[in-house]
């Protein structure tokens, strides 16, 4: 395993993270789960990321991943969680303001059984509450010991210039983790919120780096999606099916020829992909099965030569 620092944090985390999205608390047996963070963990993955949304109903999934993550000393480990979205009907149990962040840190902490987390994530952008309300109630519970960094999921590159501004105003604690959508088919960081977050120092965590399962080969036009897969699975399906067109499928299909002449899998040409941008810290996988976490792990080895990123852009041109 290699590892990056997280920005300009002291951490330094693992290039590839496991994640929890449509997978734990949702779909993937306990048992199942917790081989693919044991076998994780033993290739050296040592940065773990969930949110209090994850599963088929809110900590659901940080549950899971505690029980998971039980055999392994706290200190080997880096953990994240989110909070934004709403977990109940309550005018005041959703957004970012103060009230809901305190509650629903104290939230996961209990679900994951731990008295810190490692990164905490602002899981979307909230027009309705201040951003120095935002960004005073991070810093307190960073004060507090609770978190230890404090992230950004899916902040435009003007929201994150703006809480950069605001932080640095009033003296505050930087943000030091984002965490945006980030693959071979959708690179819409590259050109603003790559160069900004490496200049303010905010290591980018990139989830998706398979696109949801597209860049693994394992869709073709025309054939059902394998029993398995998360295109098959109804609970999650709705997340890729609507990716599943003849153009994208397509231009998979060339992707995976470019990664056959190099010699490599599909998965590793994506996430290779995705590592060579010296702003990510981590690529953010989720995985269903053992040998899952296995092949992407393989990727970190791997440093694509200036013909082969050639062979890409004209792959993803010809589309």
């Not at 709705?238 to 599943?244: G, H, I, K, T, Y």
Request: charged share 25%; hydrophobic share 40%.
């Amino acid at each position: 395993m290699q590892y990056r620092r997280l920005g300009r944090s002291g951490i330094r985390v693992s290039e590839i993270a496991l994640g929890s999205w449509l997978t734990y608390g949702t779909v993937t047996e306990q048992d199942v789960g917790e081989a693919c963070v044991r076998t994780a963990y033993e290739l050296g993955v040592n940065h773990f990321d969930c949110a209090n949304v994850y599963g088929n109903r809110p900590h659901a999934a940080e549950e899971f991943l505690a029980k998971a993550l039980r055999p392994f000393d706290r200190s080997s480990y880096v953990l994240t969680t989110k909070a934004f979205w709403p977990v109940g009907d309550g005018v005041n149990q959703r957004g970012l303001s103060r009230k809901h962040l305190r509650v629903e840190l104290e939230r996961s902490l209990r679900a994951l059984e731990t008295d810190f987390v490692d990164i905490f994530y602002c899981h979307r952008y909230d027009p309705d509450t201040e951003l120095e309300e935002v960004l005073d109630t991070l810093n307190d519970f960073v004060s507090q010991g609770k978190v230890l960094y404090a992230g950004i999921s899916e902040w435009t590159v003007s929201q994150i210039a703006d809480a950069a501004r605001v932080g640095e105003r009033l003296g505050l604690r930087p943000l030091r983790a984002s965490q945006p959508i980030y693959n071979l088919l959708n690179r819409n960081i590259e050109p603003e919120i790559l160069p900004l977050c490496e200049k303010l120092g905010i290591g980018v965590v990139a989830f998706s780096p398979l696109a949801q399962g597209l860049l693994t080969g394992k869709y073709r036009a025309g054939e059902v999606p394998p029993q398995g897969s998360r295109a098959a699975t109804q609970e999650i399906s709705n997340f890729v099916s609507r990716s599943l067109n003849h153009e994208t499928l397509e231009t998979v299909k060339r992707l995976a020829q470019v990664a056959e002449e190099a010699g490599l899998s599909l998965v590793q040409l994506a996430l290779a992909f995705v590592l060579r941008q010296r702003a990510v810290s981590s690529a953010l996988i989720g995985a269903s099965r053992p040998e899952q976490v296995l092949e992407n792990v393989s990727a970190v080895e791997i440093r694509l030569q200036d013909d082969v990123i050639q062979a890409v852009e004209q792959a993803l041109k010809s589309a």
